[in-house]
């Protein structure tokens, strides 16, 4: 479906650490207080706000009440990592029905000890794989891609082309933590956490927040010249959900391409945003998304140049592995990466004429499945 | 310092860990609709019946896939690494993730036939099922 009059025209990013005490609502507000210095926007005008988050005490109602907000609409934003794409939707819906034309969408991360942000694992990752001694995502991911590099001959110098050339584009990124260029032989070499899972595959937790404005299209013409217009999104929850011998390759992903691509086509996108938890993640997506056949995501790397400056730029700031992964502000990072590409924000990295970029959302590794939430968005800038 | 993760047993699982310390492996099977299903769950994921009832299977299957895990999640395992955690397809449909054991783990490829073996914890009436080559 296409969307008719949803903007976003604005952001605020915080920046990144591995080591700071700062508490987690202070992320909140700065990320909030730069996506207002942006688009002028007093807090007045913010009606609608949405926490990306998985637990308590981050609800909408509670961080309103911190943050001094009078709203007329909130969303606890859920989905995990394709939480962010998945609350602009929810934004765009109530913007769209009349609810509201101002919505901040907000995330983060902190290391503050005065906030208890343990996640509860679901029963069935409790019972039934953290008692192997699993190693987390780490493990979920490694079970995945050896499936992929036995089933289709995929191989690690593909997949870690995915990391290297992530890493490049971090080079010209203030906000990443991770910028000293890497070799496909410091790829490999990197030492194995869960085989064939190594340390280069891996996000780096780190504290920081990030803000999205959603906006109407009638406030986004008096807020901003460069208003980016939401162009159409789909998610898909619980693909294989009941399938007992899932296809681990298949993500859903694959439904929500259909859907985005049966409105433009593929080859109009001049940039992409894949959610990277793993880069066997975006070659997976890479796959599903159809710009591929399945299993061909590997050659389809080794045909492409991935940078900025490439022929099919993907995660043009470093994305997540290289930035950091400040908790679901990392499904964040990649809305706010595609606005800076097209508003012609994007500095050193910024990738000639950009005017449509697809952003995705993935979270939630199942029970011998893969992903349980997949969503995306494609964006445009309209002149 | 916390030990190694055990299950918190609960009313929709007990059966399958009383199967377990008997050295019996169980699944949950519909009895409105006979799918067989696991993870155990309080209905059934293709009708949505309550109805459902525990039945032993063979432990045979084979392995869809593994990874050796070397930091795992509760360090309290570190003592084991690397752990071949796995996915194993049984041969009545479903699949779990376990463990391969024994002392020719390393020769487990994609595909290999197992058995399932039940390893013991520090719980004496919790039992791991895991799986060895056959």
């Known amino acids: 479906m296409l969307r008719k009059k949803v903007c976003l025209v604005g952001y605020g990013s915080t920046e990144y650490s591995r080591k700071s005490d700062r508490p987690l609502l202070s992320y909140y507000a700065e990320a909030m207080q730069n996506a207002m210095a942006q688009t002028g926007l007093t807090k007045k005008e913010i009606n609608g706000f949405s926490m990306v988050t998985q637990a308590s005490p981050d609800y909408s109602p509670y961080v309103a009440e911190q943050l001094g907000l009078e709203l007329d609409w909130v969303l606890n934003g859920d989905c995990g990592g394709a939480g962010a794409v998945c609350a602009i939707r929810r934004a765009a819906d109530a913007i769209e029905a009349g609810y509201l034309d101002v919505a901040f969408i907000v995330a983060g991360n902190a290391f503050d000890k005065n906030v208890s942000h343990q996640r509860v694992l679901e029963y069935q990752r409790a019972n039934y794989v953290d008692v192997y001694g699993y190693g987390g995502p780490n493990t979920l991911f490694a079970l995945v891609q050896r499936r992929h590099m036995e089933e289709y001959g995929t191989t690690l110098e593909q997949i870690g082309k995915i990391a290297v050339s992530q890493r490049f584009n971090a080079g010209p990124n203030p906000q990443a933590l991770l910028r000293t260029p890497m070799t496909i032989e410091d790829y490999l070499n990197s030492r194995l956490i869960s085989d064939p899972i190594r340390l280069f595959d891996c996000v780096m937790p780190c504290s920081g927040g990030e803000c999205v404005v959603v906006a109407s299209e009638e406030r986004a013409k008096q807020i901003t010249d460069k208003p980016i217009y939401l162009v159409t999104d789909a998610e898909k929850i619980g693909f294989q959900a009941s399938n007992m011998l899932p296809d681990k390759t298949v993500t859903g992903m694959s439904v929500v391409g259909e859907h985005l691509f049966s409105e433009m086509s593929r080859d109009n996108i001049d940039l992409l945003a894949i959610y990277d938890d793993y880069p066997i993640a975006v070659m997976m997506q890479l796959e599903d998304l159809g710009y591929c056949a399945k299993g061909q995501g590997g050659p389809f790397v080794d045909d492409h140049d991935l940078t900025f400056a490439g022929d099919f730029p993907v995660n043009t700031g470093g994305g997540e592995i290289s930035v950091g992964q400040a908790g679901l502000a990392g499904g964040m990072l990649h809305v706010v990466e595609a606005l800076r590409q097209l508003r012609g924000e994007a500095g050193e990295r910024q990738v000639n004429a950009a005017q449509t970029a697809l952003v995705t959302g993935i979270g939630w590794l199942s029970y011998a499945r893969n992903l349980n939430t997949t969503a995306a968005l494609i964006l445009e800038r309209r002149s | ?134």
Not at chain 2, 3 to 30: H, M, T, Y
Not at chain 2, 61 to 67: A, E, I, N, P
Not at chain 2, 112 to 128: G, N, Q, R, S, Y
Request: aromatic share 8%; glycine share 8%.
């Open chain 2, 1 to 134: 310092m916390a030990g190694k993760s055990l299950p918190a047993v609960n009313e929709i699982d007990r059966e399958f860990w009383e199967g377990a310390a008997k050295g019996e492996l169980r699944l949950q099977r519909c009895r409105a609709c006979g799918k067989m299903q696991f993870f155990p769950r309080i209905a059934c994921t293709d009708c949505l019946s309550g109805d459902l009832e525990w039945v032993p299977v063979s432990g045979k299957g084979k392995v869809h896939t593994f990874s050796l895990c070397r930091v795992p999640r509760n360090r309290a395992f570190m003592d084991e690494v690397p752990i071949y955690v796995a996915e194993v397809e049984l041969d009545e449909g479903v699949r779990m993730v376990t463990r391969i054991v024994g002392d020719d783990r390393d020769q487990v490829t994609l595909g290999a036939p197992v058995t399932v073996t039940f390893m013991e914890t520090e719980d004496p009436d919790i039992k791991l099922p895991v799986f060895e080559l056959a």
